[in-house]
């Protein structure tokens, strides 16, 4: 498997436009922190918002190690390639290594061989070479004015594209259709949202809550007339709201005991508790069992402010890129603010790395604390990289013990969150939702207690 990039040459659309260059770092981001489906769709107005998101689509793909399959219609392949290049994509090392497949659609679909069953099974095929080749996967992006040229209603067009889910959890591949606001019809917008269950629209990705699966479309007919499925819709979207309102409503019961109830009350036990203790009341065998009730309603008021300490986090997380090594710096500070005998030593990583998401600093953060928390003067060490070609970072954390207790390996081994009764590995458990929340993961290794935590996550260019 061969990733070739050039070097960076600055994409004309980008630099003539600011609000265009911001508007593809923002989707630049939320394709990296986004898990993609395997199908989606673009509806684009303008050429240079096509030409931005496809470009970006496709670099993502062959820096992630993907073999990618490019179908022009409207564009010519000189288009496309210049559009590529622009990037930063060594178009003819890609092409010559066959990482970079570009086909005029009409040799996949033409009228004469147009069939959905034979295309699903064309890409079903294409799917396995590029595994069997050894590349992670299968994206591909088509030019969807292909099908103008059918001698065929569109509705065989959406067959396609349902049998494609239908096929789509045995196939290693992501697609994205493109369709032209300017050039397709309404009624034929309205039957393509229904069969994607993720769109890009105004250079924004969006979950489609009109996204009607394989399953649904037999059930009830789908592609519905857009009147029928704003309809649908309407009233699902009025019941999730309700939904929504309603567990707002019981969380915001919860988070109030939680919060405070529950501290207040635990604060009036452990000063009735203290005050038995020091009236010498007891001999020494009552002591211990009043000691160990003292002990765990500390623990339980720790506890409470650790969940007072998550929901603040949570709520506070901003998703925007910034720079890698000034995000860790940002982690390390807060948590030697905190521990003053905490020493961190910093190995930086590339200078321009940005991270695609700023609250990696939070994941840093509470692994800090963790080790801050279980040792007794640690000494950690944290090394940043990039590997700007897979657009990814880590960050290793290091310390000279182990401070990440077996049962919590065995908890995050298992996928299992009943290590939440602890409050210190309740930290542990912040910085993997905040971690995993960007699409990233965090492993830990060492022998028990671990000793070493490892977060990874994806990034994005410096430049564009």
């Known amino acids: 498997m061969i990733v070739t990039m050039s070097g960076s040459p600055v994409n004309e659309l980008d630099a003539s436009d600011?609000?265009?260059?911001?508007?593809?770092?923002?989707?630049?981001?939320?394709l990296a922190?986004?898990?993609?489906?395997?199908?989606?769709?673009?509806?684009?107005?303008?050429?240079?918002?096509?030409?931005?998101?496809?470009?970006?689509?496709?670099?993502?793909?062959?820096r992630q190690g993907e073999r990618v399959v490019y179908l022009f219609d409207e564009n010519d392949v000189e288009t496309i390639r210049d559009a590529l290049t622009g990037v930063g994509l060594d178009v003819d090392s890609l092409q010559a290594a066959g990482q970079l497949t570009l086909i005029d659609a009409n040799e996949i679909y033409s009228d004469s061989a147009f069939d959905p069953v034979e295309s699903v099974d064309a890409f079903r095929d294409i799917a396995a070479d590029a595994v069997a080749d050894g590349y992670d996967g299968l994206r591909v992006a088509g030019e969807n004015s292909w099908s103008f040229g059918l001698d065929c209603s569109f509705d065989e067009v959406m067959e396609f594209e349902h049998r494609f889910d239908e096929a789509c959890p045995e196939l290693p591949v992501t697609a994205l259709c493109q369709y032209s606001l300017e050039q397709f019809a309404e009624e034929?917008?309205?039957?393509?949202?229904?069969?994607?269950?993720?769109?890009?629209?105004r250079e924004t990705l969006c979950t489609n809550p009109y996204y009607t699966s394989p399953e649904e479309a037999i059930e009830y007919g789908a592609p519905l007339s857009n009147v029928a499925l704003l309809l649908e819709q309407t009233r699902d979207i009025h019941q999730f709201r309700n939904d929504v309102e309603r567990r707002e409503e019981r969380l915001s019961v919860v988070n109030r005991v939680l919060r405070h109830n529950l501290r207040n009350e635990l604060n009036v036990i452990s000063g009735r508790l203290q005050w038995l203790v020091e009236q010498g009341l007891?001999?020494?065998?009552?002591?211990?069992?009043?000691?160990?009730?003292?002990?765990a309603t500390e623990r339980l008021s720790?506890?409470?402010?650790?969940?007072?300490?998550?929901?603040?986090?949570?709520?506070?997380?901003?998703?925007?890129p910034a720079n890698l090594n000034a995000t860790v710096e940002e982690g390390v500070a807060d948590a030697v603010c905190e521990y003053s005998d905490l020493s961190v030593d910093i190995d930086a990583g590339p200078e321009d790395t940005v991270v695609a998401d700023a609250t990696v600093q939070t994941s840093v953060r509470e692994v800090l604390r963790c080790a801050g928390t279980?040792?007794?003067?640690?000494?950690?060490?944290?090394?940043?990289?990039?590997?700007?070609?897979?657009?990814?970072?880590?960050?290793?954390?290091?310390?000279?013990?182990?401070?990440?207790?077996?049962?919590?390996?065995?908890?995050?081994?298992?996928?299992?969150?009943?290590?939440?009764?602890?409050?210190?590995?309740?930290?542990?458990?912040?910085?993997?939702?905040?971690?995993?929340?960007?699409?990233?993961?965090?492993?830990?290794?060492?022998q028990p207690p671990a000793d070493r935590v490892r977060l990874t996550f994806p990034t994005i260019e410096a430049s564009r």
């Open 302 to 320: 720790a506890l409470s402010e650790n969940a007072r300490h998550v929901g603040r986090t949570l709520d506070d997380r901003q998703r925007e």
């Open 374 to 446: 279980n040792l007794s003067a640690p000494t950690v060490d944290v090394r940043v990289e990039a590997d700007n070609h897979y657009e990814t970072g880590t960050v290793e954390i290091i310390a000279d013990d182990g401070f990440i207790a077996e049962a919590a390996m065995v908890a995050f081994e298992n996928d299992s969150e009943r290590a939440l009764a602890h409050a210190n590995t309740l930290r542990l458990w912040v910085a993997q939702w905040t971690i995993e929340s960007m699409n990233g993961r965090l492993e830990l290794s060492g």
């Open 33 to 62: 922190t986004t898990e993609l489906p395997r199908h989606l769709a673009l509806f684009y107005r303008t050429h240079a918002e096509q030409i931005r998101v496809i470009t970006t689509y496709v670099a993502r793909g062959i």
């Open 18 to 30: 600011s609000s265009a260059a911001d508007r593809r770092r923002q989707f630049q981001t939320q």
């Open 282 to 295: 007891f001999d020494e065998a009552a002591r211990e069992h009043l000691d160990a009730v003292v002990s």
């Open 188 to 201: 034929a917008v309205g039957k393509a949202l229904q069969t994607h269950e993720m769109i890009i629209y």
